[in-house]
Nanobody
Framework: QVQLVESGGGLVQPGGSLRLSCAVS????????IGWFRQVPGKKREGVSC????????YYAPSVKGRFTVSRDNYKNTVDLHMNNLGPEDTGVYYC????????????????????????WGQGTQVTVSS
């Protein structure tokens, strides 16, 4: 049974940092992509970043590029989203999701920006940026 579990959300002041982790279990293939998405009530889900396990490819949405970094912890089998210089616009529920078809690259943009290519999802973790 494939499980994704997010952790690391919380309340942070503007300009602060958080690290979200996505723990993957029950999926042992050598290739997959992990996408990070966020959603705010009343708005569509937005793709933020992604990581490909096989080729270590990454992608960042323009709104987070230069502030967020995605990486994999091989020991813990997590894909982590390091978020710096957070602003109120980063507030939302953050979800990680797994696309089991990606041998190369990853995608959370264009048609994949809402996550339709991703099969397995975590339960989400709340990030609130406020003073």
């Amino acid at each position: 049974q494939v499980q994704l579990v997010e952790s690391g959300g919380g309340l942070v002041q503007p300009g602060g940092s958080l690290r979200l982790s996505c723990a993957v279990s029950g999926f042992t293939a050598d290739y997959y992509a992990i996408g990070w998405f966020r959603q705010v009530p009343g708005k569509k889900r937005e793709g933020v970043s992604c990581y490909n396990k096989h080729d270590r490819g990454t992608y960042y949405a323009p709104s987070v590029k230069g502030r967020f970094t995605v990486s994999r912890d091989n020991y813990k089998n997590t894909v982590d989203l390091h978020m710096n210089n957070l602003g109120p616009e980063d507030t939302g529920v953050y979800y990680c999701a797994l696309d089991p078809t990606k041998y190369y690259y990853c995608s959370v943009y264009g048609p994949d920006s809402r996550g339709s290519a991703y099969t397995y999802w975590g339960q989400g973790t709340q990030v609130t940026v406020s003073s």
